[in-house]
């Protein structure tokens, strides 16, 4: 059994940064996969990046990519989302989630822990 929990989140101006940090609880999270999800008001929930079971491997959708990046400290059971660049359209509830299964981290299949979520807003 894997916990999380977000933190991190808040109101931020365009071109701003924000970190967010996903804690999990449990023995074995050092060997999960581990990913941010989104979802803004009347759109889907999106992967956003994620991260294989040491870091060694990454993903990040188009939107993000060149402005967020996903570090990961296993001594901490803790991965990051790291925030720059922020627009108005990356407003929304930003959820972690972790899986055992490493091989295909984009998939959004498979995410069965996950965390409560925090709100992101991005004011213009």
């Given at each position: 059994?894997?916990?999380?929990?977000?933190?991190?989140?808040?109101?931020?101006?365009?071109?701003?940064?924000?970190?967010?940090?996903c804690?999990?609880?449990?023995?074995?999270?050092?060997?999960?996969?581990?990913?941010?999800?989104?979802?803004?008001?009347?759109?889907?929930?999106?992967?956003?990046?994620?991260?294989?079971?040491?870091?060694?491997?990454?993903?990040?959708?188009?939107?993000?990519?060149?402005?967020?990046?996903?570090?990961?400290?296993?001594?901490?059971?803790?991965?990051?989302?790291?925030?720059?660049?922020?627009?108005?359209?990356?407003?929304?509830?930003?959820?972690?989630?972790?899986?055992?299964?490493?091989?295909?981290?984009a998939?959004?299949?498979?995410?069965?822990?996950?965390?409560?979520?925090?709100?992101?807003?991005?004011?213009?």
């Amino acid at each position: 059994q894997v916990q999380l929990v977000e933190s991190g989140g808040g109101l931020v101006q365009a071109g701003g940064s924000l970190r967010l940090s996903c804690t999990a609880s449990g023995r074995t999270f050092s060997t999960y996969a581990v990913a941010w999800f989104r979802q803004a008001p009347g759109k889907e929930r999106e992967v956003v990046s994620a991260t294989n079971w040491n870091g060694g491997r990454s993903y990040y959708a188009d939107p993000v990519k060149g402005r967020f990046t996903i570090p990961r400290d296993n001594a901490k059971k803790t991965v990051y989302l790291q925030m720059n660049s922020l627009k108005p359209e990356d407003t929304a509830v930003y959820s972690c989630a972790a899986k055992w299964d490493s091989r295909s981290i984009a998939d959004p299949n498979g995410y069965d822990y996950w965390g409560q979520g925090t709100q992101v807003t991005v004011s213009s």
